[in-house]
């Protein structure tokens, strides 16, 4: 019944033998022990286990591990492979974008999509390009506005001629 | 001079292990061998259970014990509740259900595997036949008669309570008019991003028993399951690791714990159980669920004379840690920040076949501040005065405090007026006013809600709590100059290791760097109380002040020995100690400290060593304001809501760090707002819980929020030594009553004076439909 | 949160996923983006023996003009369709349905095909082919056959699909402009539409209505096309009064649902009120 799979996450290649029915987040969390991706609802509205695959921001608990075979799997213990911070957790910490921390690392991939894809969003965007993603803590303020200062290292990052 | 820490808006130390994922909540935690349970829940609300067949999931793959009622209800204890009413009637709660079922989740069995993917699979196999038996779901018809829940009592009725103080009869007979209304609050979910969890293992050799638990209460947890599990206290380790959230949900002591340390008791293996979040809507506590009646009487001028609230509170089919004391807690904050002279709560407790109601962020205060904000906003239309017109009448002055409430309390200090002046000016009020004239000229519905609220924290003084109401704190400086703060207040998510730290740095001229806070686990921090009842800083922080303090003392000591100076003399800044007198010549906390250890060259008789323990006894709660202002205009078509501005002026007193308390505000007015116009746990009429799951529960999401303008006043407490006073539920207080009062408001050109919650959009729709036809 | 066991199989064409549909008959279920599956094999309520994987299917995702016809592939994921340059030009509605579906996360993964075999009742995508008066091509043993968008949604979670069909494209043609629009009334807790109105018009050379369209969803057990709201609309002068006349007609006699969030008569009201609204932006869009 098992399958095989070859999945690369965070950059590191992985062979593993998963029964099919296997979500990507318990792959992630129980197989590769990669625990910063959270679980928090169980009917894929929450978004706490967001990860990249093939830079895209998914709900871990809604694909397969199966699914994933082939693929490039980002987590957010990949947002800080060289040791620094990405922007966007620069974001969170300067805005006090998270209290209890248990959304934050969904959250935080959620954010880096929007910003991608829109590098200089309004806060209606923001408000908008984070609908997948619930926080019970916060009240969304401050991650808004970690979201606008992320948006602002980021272009002033990109501004600097290469 | 270095520059001072408390009052900055310092990043969180606790951040960096959050961004980074890097953090380990109880799910995080990975021991080798570990099993896994699932629990197999009643879904009936009420049936006798005539079976549990086991058989086959005993044989299933990968299983390793399957319990029931049976085998456990005689070896571990009650579920325990910490309430205690007069003539109080407690339900023997027992961790798994035996013969009958309460509610819709009620633990029936427990599936022990290798891995969680077989726990479930053979959980799916376990057959209960049940016997169907009638309900009791509305807290007022179940008073009143109807089925029974619990035989042995005869009755539905838990309890009831009279408090209060003057003659409210003579109060509202003295009363110009005297106005009614019914006012019902919702079940709630507490929802904490992080549902519940545990990790057990036992040490058969050193017979200890660790448990990992996602709680706010540590050490009360640890004491409760011990007792349950009959194990001596010290051997029962309890660890609450990185907690995600709780808002009350986690104050708390649950069956699950209790049975996790038994089964790893039994198996001598490693357990574990993480809550879904289905399990955590039926199973995990709920907050509010009232059906109050309110009468308030008053003058022609507006002044009050009197108020009473009698309320039907549902506990729930069991009373759990606090259960029954919620509504006590609604009866002491009945005057809201007013001059009453009579006030009365009369409070039937009452069972019903539903998941324990209990403390949830504000924990019977919001359901105070909603009734009182609600009859003033009643009174104020009544006499066809502005609302803040008929508040400001009714304050007290700055001068009056203590204030002395007809609920027995007193108010340890508050400028009303200076918080509520603040957010008219922000919000420009009487322009407000102005457009909204105008929007009624044009037939759009704006409306205007204003709540000037008073919250009661810093729970509290032990004579006021069921389990002590003081905090503890140790502080050692290291041999290396390190400082550790060991709390036992342990915090989730409320920022208490930056806070403390930057209290800690500037007492101790320390780099707040080199601060470490630690708590949530009993076998490294002695016995405190733990995180709720907006008490962290304002008990928990006193603590560690008044425990610094004791350290500075030490220290000064030894400087002086060092510095050979007369105690007296020391000077104490930057970390460094001098001698008036003896110019130049100092000595670093940092060298004291090591001095203190290394122990040839401090004072004779004095104890080596630089550490300080202090359990901090507050001599009062402590009562933190504010104003809340929100402006909606309602869709007239379809009843949509639609936030035009939301202004708040909070005052919790001396603030350590306002990023923090930003986020405390910003946090409770969503979940207020949450409360306002869209949470309601569901129940039909068979009991069936018909909001289990986030497709029909619905948290607020980041755009159903307005942008929150947010400012301050402070003024200090006496209560305790840093004159602050508290956050946490502040608004999850202020904010409700606001939001609803702006949507009656919108609503006043029909008549409207009370709209119960959640405001959904059909409820708007049908008030103006239905007056536009009663006009047609 | 932990689905029942199944086999899992990748198909790597339509005609391998269509044998193996055949062989598996009901036991088996087709996996597309899998954002209507999992989540109810995660709860239970769906316990397939048997999943084949059809979203690693390359030629069933793509957007392309061809004769005067816009064609979808059924595993295009709904983001593709929301960041369509094409679509953009040549069909607002799809980006803008596309915008309002789930969030984020899901419309990166779920998709057209998949949601639209799904039939939830609530659905955003049945909407806007009904408006668009598509055509579903689904693949089967016996070939390709082409299904009608108002004869594809049946009942509640039913399609027209027989049990070894699988969905292939969805194709319509070339709206004549871009007066369309959807407006949808959001679930507070799920997202779904409470009310979901899909508006595609078109107005001859003298201003008046030549072509409509419109698709309404959430508001009945099968998301419907509104035929009377759009007979009233063809040949009227698309003006405020006409608008409103012809949203009248946005339930008729329809069976319209009740539920926690909004009673069969508040939908049908909101369903009224969305179609003038939406009726109201597709046409200040054809200026």
Sequence with gaps: MKKTIHVSVNGVSHQSEVEPRMLLVHYLRDALNLTGTHIGCETSLCGACTVLVDGQAVKSCTLLAVQADGSKVTTIEGFTADGKLHPVQQGFWEHHGLQCGYCTPGMIVAAAQLLERNPDPTEEEIRHGLEGNLCRCTGYQHIVQAVQCAARKMKSKTAVPA | MAEKLVGQRLKRTEDPRLIKGLAHYVDDIRLPDTLHAVFVRSIYAHARIKSVDVSAASKAPGVVAVYTGKDVSQKIGPVPCAAALPDLKVPDHRVLATSKVYFVGHPIAVVVAHDKYAAKDAADLIQVDYEELPVALDEEKAAQGGPVIHEQFGTNISYKLTAGEGDIEAALKSADKVIKQRILHRRLAPIAMEGRGVLARYYPGEQELTLWTSTQIPHLARTQVALMLGIPENKLRLIAPEVGGGFGSKLNVYAEEALLGWIAMQTGKPIKWIEGRRENIQATIHGRGQTGYIEIGFKKDGTITGFRYNVFADMGAYHQLLTPAIPTLTGLMLSGCYKIPAIQINVTGVFTNKMSTDAYRGAGRPEATFVIERAMDLVAADLGMDVVELRRKNFPAPSEFPFKTATGLFYDSGNYEGALKKALDMASYSKLREEQKQARKEGRLMGVGVSTYVEICAIGPSAATPAGGWESATVRVEPTGKVTILTGCSPHGQGEETSFAQIAADELGVDVNDVAVIHGDTAIVQYGIGTFGSRGLAVGGSAVYLALQKVKEKANKIAAHLLECDAQKVSFKDGKFSCSGKDGKQVTIQEVALTAYVAKNIPPDMEPGLAAIHFFEPKNFTFPFGTHIAVVELDRETGEIHFKRYVAVDDCGNVINPMLVDGQVQGGIVQSLGQALYEEVVYDEQGQLVSGTFMDYALPKASMVPWLELDRTETPTNVNPMGVKGVGEAGTIGATPAIVAAIVDALAPYGVRHIDMPIKPEHIWRIINQKKAGAA | ?287
């Design chain 3, 1 to 287: 949160m932990i689905p029942a066991q199944f086999d899992y199989i990748s198909a790597k064409s339509i005609d391998e996923a269509v044998t193996l549909l055949a062989k598996h008959k009901d036991d088996a279920k087709l996996l597309a983006g899998g954002h209507s599956l999992l989540p109810a094999m995660k709860l239970r309520l769906m316990q397939p023996k048997v999943l084949i994987d059809i979203s690693r299917i390359k030629d069933l995702n793509y957007i392309r003009e061809d004769k005067g016809q816009i064609r979808i592939g059924a595993m295009t994921t709904h983001f593709q369709i929301e960041s369509s340059e094409l679509l953009r030009r040549v069909c607002p509605l799809l980006r803008e349905t596309a915008s309002h579906l789930g969030d984020v996360q899901v419309r990166n993964r779920g998709t057209i095909g998949g949601s639209i075999a799904h039939a939830d009742p609530a659905a955003d995508w049945p909407a806007a082919i009904l408006a668009l008066d598509a055509e579903i091509i689904v693949a089967g043993g016996k070939g390709q056959r082409s299904i009608k968008a108002d004869q594809f949604f049946e009942e509640m979670f039913k399609t027209a699909l027989q049990p070894s069909e699988i969905v292939r494209e969805i194709a319509f043609a070339t709206p004549k402009g871009p007066g369309q629009a959807y407006l949808k009334f959001r679930h507070p807790a799920s997202g779904f539409a409470v009310v979901g109105v899909a508006v595609s018009l078109s107005r001859d050379g003298s201003g008046k209505c030549q072509s409509a369209g419109v698709g309404i969803t959430g508001v009945s057990p099968t998301p419907y096309r509104a035929k009377a709201v759009e007979d009233a609309l063809k040949g009227s002068n698309l003006d405020t009064k006409s608008l409103s006349a012809a949203a009248s007609h946005a339930t008729g006699k329809i069976e319209v649902n009740s539920d926690l969030f909004a009673s069969a008569e508040y939908r049908k009201h909101l369903a009224e009120v969305y179609t003038r609204r939406a009726l109201e932006m597709a046409v200040s869009r054809t200026k």
